[in-house]
């Protein structure tokens, strides 16, 4: 039976303060397009892939939690070029974590946006991601 599955994540909410300030710090590092915008709220896409949804809030909370007094991630992107990002961001100075290589799991670095909502990068050869 093919009904009722879950196929996959379409999107991730994440809080903002300034709805549009944030659409156009993501539009400008990562290449996202604005889509579906309304009131206190907008899609960023890749092409026609949905990535992120900006919420605007005046609300503290985002999209981060903590574990043993350590700040981590909600949200994990992947690339196929994990270096040249990470000097790229770093260069434009996104507070960015430093890059690790975890042998057979991959390389990965966090970056936190504009509000403090922390992200993490992958990327791994050996995982079937559609870009």
Not at 11 to 39: C, L, M, N
Not at 54 to 59: F, K, M, N, V
Request: glycine content about 8%; some cysteine; charged content about 25%.
């Amino acid at each position: 039976m093919d009904q009722g599955r879950i196929l996959g994540i379409a999107y991730t909410v994440v809080p903002v303060t300034d709805i549009k300030k944030s659409a156009d710090w993501f539009g400008k590092h990562f290449g996202f397009q604005v889509r579906h915008e309304r009131e206190g709220y907008l899609s960023l896409f890749r092409g026609n892939r949905p990535i992120l949804d900006l919420i605007q809030t005046d609300h503290e909370s985002r999209a981060v939690f903590q574990v043993n007094g350590k700040n981590r991630w909600v949200i994990t992107f992947f690339t196929d070029d994990i270096v040249s990002l990470h000097r790229d961001l770093k260069a434009s100075e996104v507070k960015v974590g430093s890059l690790s290589d975890e042998g057979h799991y991959g390389k990965f670095f966090t970056f936190e946006d504009l509000d403090g909502n922390l992200f993490d990068v992958w990327e791994h050869s050996d995982c079937e991601l559609v870009f």
